[in-house]
């Protein structure tokens, strides 16, 4: 009996062992970029049983015994990305997505290590918890240090998208053509970048966080469920690995100001199937296929917002925004101060804030003299997003807008993290 028992627990153990054992990771090694951020997508396999864990980016890796695979030595760990820019998710065959974001933060450690004589590869870790008592799974991806060129994978680091003849603009007059766009990016590796530009008008849904992704940042099968608004133009440019580039926008005169109301042009980039930018499902063991991950991204794109008045009044320069900066960071439970730059003849001030998704979270009215306003603590209680944007406008007496400011974001700061994209440890 006792013999009979010690078996049955050796073959359970056995098959939990394999069970475990089979979580794998494609691509397992990557080139980044030595001077900057990078951005690659990756593909568990195998996550059955497990709940995905924390992820850390450290020089050294040891066994994880009594646990499975390799987790980070204690004194090596260079950074680790903060639970609100984690973009990963469960998808296809018992897989597992994750963006893994490298922040210019991380890779200067690593870089000082090796300068100092040590490897010049570092490692990312991801931790999967078992959900059925059994051991937990370190999975290891290999960071080779270098130059952001052809070698490492396509993906944008960072995309600003604005109107050429000024940084900001406040409004169009109805009818008007509106200026030309631009964005500016910064990106790793080389590839074909293709995409469209599209409108959202004014009383269509507004884009979600998830719609403002890189098509390529989501598994395959959520990258039909992005919503689509008014195509205005498509592109495809091919960037060499020198790290930045700037886009021209759509034709401004296909830009509508025909009617009343808030515009918001969106940057839709499709996925590129660069060598270096493929993510093999199969060999991960989590479908079939490769999936094209050019031109991923850790990091929602931005909406440039333009303003069509609905009446002659409107002007261009209008009230400028003072503080704070556009994406400084705020503490929710504290109070936040917007201020600007007042104009002559305006009867109300209108201060405006908005989540991401474009719905009003506050408006509030203010009299000429002022010139600031306390945005309640609570303000952060209304959204779940991470991102909140403000605006002012200035309105006549019969409350019709005579002039606005541009937009500008604040992002949300949680247990005294930074910015986005310069995450540190």
């Keep these: 009996m006792t013999f009979r028992f010690i078996t049955w627990l050796s073959i359970v153990g056995l098959a939990s062992l394999c ?35 924390e992820s850390v980016w450290c020089g050294e890796i040891t066994s994880a015994a009594p646990d499975i695979g390799s987790k980070p030595v204690a004194g090596t760990i260079f950074g ?30 690593a870089y000082q290590a090796a300068a100092a004589g040590q490897a010049s590869t570092f490692f990312y870790v991801r931790r999967f918890i078992s959900t059925t008592g059994g051991r937990d799974a370190y999975v290891a991806v290999t960071c080779e240090l270098a130059g952001g060129g052809a070698r490492s994978p396509f993906g944008l680091t960072d995309v600003a998208l604005a109107f050429e003849s000024r940084e900001n603009l406040a409004s169009i007059r109805e009818g008007d053509v509106a200026p030309s766009i631009s964005a500016s990016i910064t990106y790793t590796g080389t590839g074909q970048l293709r995409g469209r530009w599209e409108i959202v008008r004014p009383g269509d849904e507004p884009p979600t966080e998830q719609d403002l992704l890189t098509e390529a940042t989501l598994p395959i099968e959520q990258r039909s469920q992005q919503r689509r608004y008014t195509h205005l133009e498509h592109f495809s440019v091919f960037l060499p690995p020198t790290g930045s580039y700037t886009l021209r926008g759509p034709d401004p005169s296909l830009l509508p100001t025909s009617i009343a109301g808030l515009y918001m042009v969106l940057l839709r980039i499709e996925p590129s199937a660069d060598v270096e930018s493929v993510s093999k499902l199969d060999e991960a063991g989590a479908g079939p296929a490769p999936v094209a991950t050019g031109g991923v991204a850790g990091f929602a794109i931005p909406p440039l917002r333009y303003y069509v008045g609905a009446g002659p009044h ?56 002022v010139g600031a306003y306390r945005l309640p603590p609570w303000i952060w209680t209304k959204t779940e997003a991470q991102r909140i944007s403000w605006s002012v406008e200035a309105l006549d007496e019969n409350s019709d ?23 540190q440890q």
């Design 314 to 369: 409107v002007g261009v320069n209008g009230v400028t925004l003072l503080s704070p900066g556009d994406m400084m960071t705020a503490t929710p439970g504290k109070p936040l101060d917007v201020s600007w730059m007042e104009i002559t003849d305006a009867f109300l001030y209108r201060v405006v804030v908005i989540d991401p998704s474009n719905v009003i979270l506050l408006t509030a009215l203010l009299r000429p003299g």
């Design 401 to 423: 807008v005579v002039s606005k400011s541009e937009w500008r974001t604040v992002v949300r700061e949680t247990n005294g993290e930074p910015q986005p994209k310069e995450v």
């Design 80 to 109: 680790s990305l903060p639970a609100r820019f984690n973009l990963s998710t469960f998808s296809g065959n018992s897989g597992f997505t994750d963006i893994m974001s490298i922040p210019p933060s991380v890779t200067r450690r």
């Design 19 to 53: 069970s475990h054992a089979q979580i794998k990771v494609h691509p397992h090694w990557v080139n980044v970029n030595t001077g900057g951020a990078t951005t690659v997508f990756l593909t568990f396999g195998g996550v059955v049983g497990y709940t995905p864990g």
